[in-house]
């Protein structure tokens, strides 16, 4: 795979269909927010597996006059959603209509982006390329056809009309079979009708809070009508050479940022060489045993995450932790999800970096009846317990490893740049940057190249640090040797996630790049 170019627009996903609706909304005259929002509807028909718009949803928007900004489509739990509804059970089930307990957001997060987009075409419009893919029918891919086979079981059994969406034959749909959705198709239709208000407040959340409730889940009518997106600022960190952006809590985005600040310090001679590869995964813990702490939903945390981003002081004391020869002992407990991550960019300047989720692969598995959507189980994350981290209460949002990047260089570069992967998201951001940042590797080849992964991420339940073949022969032997649990991940594997990044010259030149391992595509004019 080669680096793409254009000038007038572009636009990166991970299933080359949805691409091109963003690109056909750019060509139309449409800016960068209206072209995800088009990939984002497309995505939830063609990639139903990773995301829906039964889920949640997280922006970065770099606007052409500097100024960066984020939405948060997140959803709290819902108000009947108390520890007495989960009595006797040791958890939150990962499955069904206890597992969908939270309100979805992701709808709420297009609308907010619509509204301080300048955008002109109409909703209607943005949503066309879903609708028809959603009608006609698509063909499913290799990675939906394994997942709906490994899954079905748990999935098949649930309430809803998953096995008649997804099995309409009695079966796991397989690779090339065509995957219709007519109900969906009319519920996008709907959207573009009735408004995307319509999915929290008009006759379209009555059919899903009617469908809810029949299925058992607690989200109810009043949560629906309670929701509305956020505009949280951007947490940010400063580089020597670039400012870098990431959603702020309950995201994972801090994270994100604390590993490349910290590496920023630690520095390496050489990609993936050992130094880079161990300071990457030693930086990796130190984010984590503060985001497994004090990241949350920021109503219940007073932890000033900001602050830390932006204290030389603390950052430098962070990464004098960080043993350059040695591995500091892991595990800790580890985080899942599943997501699909695009990003677009227009000839007016803007770059949208965005991501959605409906956690699990077909989240809770409860698809409505009267709408198709698949609903979400990020409510599935919160603890069983009175207080503490991601304990469960009733209107909190849960933790969320999603979280899209942007940096802005001081040559003029604005990057968009993320990946689905839960764990393995803020690595795969801080692998695929520094290669290109740091390294000078093409933008491509940053994100090609083998990857690494400490913990679990989507298809894993081990917490090894797992590399992919194709680094040099002794990198592997030099981890274990430092202490790292080193598990041989074999070949290319979307285990370490779907990546893609848009990079903007400031001469208006841009580039793009897809993941290998997804079904992507860079499309641009």
């Not at 801090?254 to 161990?278: E, T, W, Y």
């Amino acid at each position: 795979m080669a680096t793409i170019t254009g000038s007038s627009g572009m636009v990166t996903a991970p299933h080359f269909l949805a691409a091109e609706a963003g690109l056909a909304v750019l060509r139309d005259g449409g800016n960068a927010v209206e072209a995800c929002v088009a990939v984002a509807a497309c995505l939830a028909v063609v990639y139903p597996h990773m995301t829906g718009i039964g889920g949640d949803g997280f922006w970065l928007i770099a606007e052409p006059d500097g100024r960066v900004h984020g939405i948060h489509g997140c959803g709290g739990a819902a108000g009947s959603a108390t520890l007495d509804l989960y009595a006797g059970l040791d958890g939150v089930p990962f499955r069904g209509p206890l597992a969908a307990n939270t309100v979805a957001g992701t709808i709420s997060g297009w609308q907010a982006a619509l509204e301080t987009s300048g955008g002109k075409l109409p909703l209607a419009r943005l949503l066309q390329s879903a609708i028809a893919h959603a009608e006609a029918g698509v063909a499913v891919t290799a990675g939906h056809a394994a997942i709906a086979a490994g899954k079905g079981a748990e999935l098949r059994i649930q309430p809803g009309a998953y096995a008649a969406t997804f099995e309409p034959e009695g079966r796991p749909l397989a690779e090339g079979d065509i995957l219709r959705q007519p109900v969906l198709a009319r519920t996008l239709r709907r959207l573009g009708e009735e408004g995307l208000d319509s999915f929290y407040t008009g006759p379209l959340a009555a059919d899903i809070a009617g469908d809810l409730a029949a299925l058992g889940s607690p989200v109810s009518a009043a949560d629906l009508a309670a929701h509305v997106a956020t505009r949280p600022e951007p947490l940010t960190t400063r580089l020597h050479d670039a400012q870098l952006w990431n959603s702020a809590p309950p995201t994972q985005g801090f994270a994100s940022l604390l590993i490349l600040a910290l590496f920023d310090r630690i520095g390496a001679d050489a990609a993936d060489g050992f130094a880079h590869v161990h300071g990457l995964v030693e930086a990796t813990k130190q984010a984590f045993l503060l985001r497994d702490v004090h990241v949350g939903d920021p109503a219940f945390h007073d932890f000033d995450w900001q602050g830390l981003l932006a204290d030389p002081a603390a950052l430098d004391a962070l990464a004098a932790k960080v043993d350059p020869a040695k591995a500091l002992p892991w595990p800790q407990p580890p985080q899942w999800g599943d997501t699909c991550w695009f990003a677009a960019a227009d000839k007016e300047g803007r770059v949208v970096s965005t991501i959605q989720s409906t956690y699990f692969e077909f989240g809770s598995g409860l698809v409505l009846p009267k709408t198709g959507i698949t609903w979400q189980n990020r409510g599935s994350s919160f603890r069983l317990a009175a207080t503490g981290w991601n304990a469960l209460k009733p209107g909190r949002k849960p933790f969320h490893t999603l979280n899209p990047a942007l940096a802005r260089f001081d040559d003029g570069r604005t990057m968009a740049y993320g990946t689905m992967g839960g764990e393995g998201q803020p690595q795969t951001q801080a692998a695929l940057f520094t290669r290109y940042a740091r390294f000078g590797a093409d933008l491509q080849e940053a994100i090609s190249a083998p990857r690494w992964l400490l913990g679990r991420t989507w298809g894993e339940q081990s917490t090894t640090l797992k590399l992919e073949d194709g680094f040099d022969a002794a990198l592997y032997g030099q981890l274990a040797a430092a202490g790292h649990d080193v598990e041989r991940a074999g070949p290319l594997t979307a285990t370490m996630g779907h990546a893609g990044a848009i990079v903007r010259h400031a001469d208006g030149r841009l580039e793009g790049a897809t993941d290998p391992r997804s079904d992507g595509k860079v499309a641009a004019w």
